[in-house]
């Protein structure tokens, strides 16, 4: 299957892939006992029951199916490796979530107010070592309050927003000079 075909089914792939991780979820509820046999047993007939919908093709099913198990087992891997549980697992696209969802509400707010709520949230905060996208700020290093990602201005810039979560907040990082002995 070529790239091309894979993306023109993304969006029943979707829904697709969903329904067979309930399928999944719910044999190895209902088995005695879980291990790495039943689910993958379970994701065979989750694999069947779509491809006899006849809403995919044999090899559409197929791919969802191994997708399936490769998330499983990535999920697996991960609990066996830091004994934590799916929450960790599923914390950065929690987090992803959770900026998508601020874009879009940012997106349809009215700017002007948004801008100056922000001001506001600024004059109002104590530490005046923090930035906000949008600022002038010069040259140095700056950690993203959110996510703790380092921007790097070479030169008087205004901050953008972080590159790697979208935050519009920073505070800028200096070294410690050694202090002068007496």
Known sequence: MTEPERNHLSGKALEVYNRMLEKVQAGLKAAPEATLKTLEDEIVQAVEFEYELEEMTREEADLLGAYVQRDMEHLLHFVDETGEGLA???????????????????????????????????????????????????????????????????????????????????????????????
């Not at 700056?142 to 920073?170: K, Q």
């Open 88 to 182: 960790e697992w599923l914390q950065l696209d929690i987090s992803l979530l959770e900026h998508q969802l601020a874009d879009q509400l940012l997106s349809v707010a009215d700017r002007t107010l948004v801008d100056n709520l922000e001001l506001r949230q600024k004059l109002a905060n104590e530490d005046a070592g923090h930035y906000i996208s949008g600022e002038v700020a010069t040259a140095g290093m700056f950690r993203c309050l959110n996510c703790s990602h380092m921007l790097c201005l070479t030169a008087t810039s205004h901050l953008e927003p972080c590159e790697a979560c979208g935050s519009h907040y920073y505070e800028r990082v200096t070294s410690r000079w050694p202090r002068k002995e007496e």
